[in-house]
């Protein structure tokens, strides 16, 4: 069984510091990384994908992968209140095409 | 919007009836699929389409049926559906089924309760 792990949360932080959402996959093999945002009553959102070990910007998101360790996380960094939603991560597992889902994160910013 | 759209947004239905969800994409992408997510589970893959072949059924029940009938446009049947059958239906799709093309991206979703 190929799994994804996420910590349910909720994870709580102030509103402009660095929010640090984690991730571990089972399949040693997995090639391709996503997170996504999830805003409670609609559809994931992508934010980020990552196939290379280390580190991957845009804007406030930072990917980080570690396939050795086996685990993948987010920051956030100057985190909003808008930020406030379930983060989603998904990988690949190796000779498969279709992404396994974690359960997701939820993460609250409070002003 | 991701260029996923899904119709309806919302649904009731009750046991007996027949409905179907559509789903349709203006990306140019040549995979789709279906998930369910129900609360506080990990989205449930149900089925992929690859340029219009099926090529995945996570052992959905039968009272779910598929249809592709382009690469654009993606059905899900529904008939004699149970309680818990109630859910977000969400559609996705993605350029290709390997390599960079597998990023997906989702419709909105339909939130169906059975009744």
């Known amino acids: 069984q190929k799994e994804v792990e996420q910590n349910s949360g909720p994870l709580s932080v102030p509103e402009g510091a660095i929010a640090s959402l984690n991730c571990t996959y089972s399949?040693?093999?997995?090639?391709?990384f996503f997170w996504y945002r999830q805003y409670s009553g609609k559809s994931p959102e992508l934010i980020m994908f990552?196939?290379?070990?280390g580190d991957k910007e845009d804007g406030r998101f930072t990917a980080q992968l570690n396939k050795a360790s086996q685990y993948v996380s987010l920051l956030i960094r100057d985190s909003q209140p808008s930020d406030s939603a379930t983060y989603l991560c998904?990988?690949?597992?190796?000779?498969?095409?279709?992404?396994?889902f974690g359960r997701g994160t939820s993460l609250i910013v409070h002003p | 919007e991701t260029g996923v759209t899904q119709t309806p947004r919302h649904l009731v239905m009750g046991m007996t009836n027949k409905k179907s969800l559509k789903c349709e994409q203006h990306?140019?992408?040549?995979?789709m699929y279906w998930y369910k997510q129900s609360a506080k589970k990990p989205l449930e893959l149900m089925f992929v389409?690859?340029?219009?072949?099926?090529?995945e059924n996570n052992s959905v029940p039968s009272r779910f049926s598929p249809e592709c009938p382009n690469s654009s446009h993606l059905f899900l049947h529904l008939h004699t559906l149970q309680p818990e059958d109630s859910a977000l239906y969400l559609c996705?799709?993605?350029?290709?089924?390997?390599?960079?093309?597998?990023?997906?991206?989702f419709g909105p979703g339909t939130r169906l309760l059975v009744l």
């Open positions: 996705a799709s993605s350029p290709a089924l390997a390599g960079e093309g597998k990023t997906q991206y």
């Open positions: 998904a990988a690949t597992p190796g000779g498969s095409y279709i992404p396994t």
């Open positions: 990552i196939y290379s070990n």
């Open positions: 990306l140019g992408h040549n995979a």
């Open positions: 399949d040693r093999g997995s090639q391709s």
């Open positions: 389409y690859n340029f219009k072949e099926q090529t």
